[in-house]
């Protein structure tokens, strides 16, 4: 069976760093585009970051130039570094995986795989 699995949410001060991971199995890694959402309390699942199978990136306005995913597909895990961190950011962070095809993103109606979060929360 599809599973993802995220790690390593923090609580941390604002200006500092944490590196999510998201671990999965049950599919071939490298096959699929693969993407980082986030859920702030009281409001909706939000698209951070995607990165497809030849590794090109795209990013939500907000994070450009603050956050980096990646993949290392020999370890079938992917990555979203955030640096310079603020309270903005706080929210349960998700790995997710489309279904069928595709890539997840902002307008992507596509039913996806997720998985159950990583909570990251930002203090001033």
């Known amino acids: 069976q599809v599973q993802l699995a995220e790690s390593g949410g923090d609580s941390v001060q604002a200006g500092q760093s944490l590196n999510l991971a998201c671990t999965v199995s049950?599919?071939?890694?490298?096959?699929?585009?693969l993407a980082w959402f986030r859920q702030a309390p009281g409001k909706g699942r939000d698209w951070v970051a995607t990165?497809?199978?030849?590794?090109?990136?795209s990013y939500v306005d907000s994070v450009k130039g603050r956050f980096t995913i990646y993949r290392d597909n020999a370890k079938s895990t992917l990555y979203l570094q955030m640096n310079s961190l603020n309270s903005e950011d706080t929210a349960m962070y998700y790995c997710?995986?489309?279904?069928?095809?595709?890539?997840?993103?902002?307008?992507?109606?596509?039913?996806?795989?997720w998985g159950r979060g990583t909570q990251v929360t930002v203090s001033s």
């Open positions: 049950g599919f071939t890694f490298s096959a699929f585009c």
């Open positions: 990165i497809n199978t030849e590794g090109r990136t």
């Open positions: 997710a995986r489309n279904l069928i095809s595709g890539c997840p993103g902002p307008y992507n109606t596509q039913d996806k795989y």
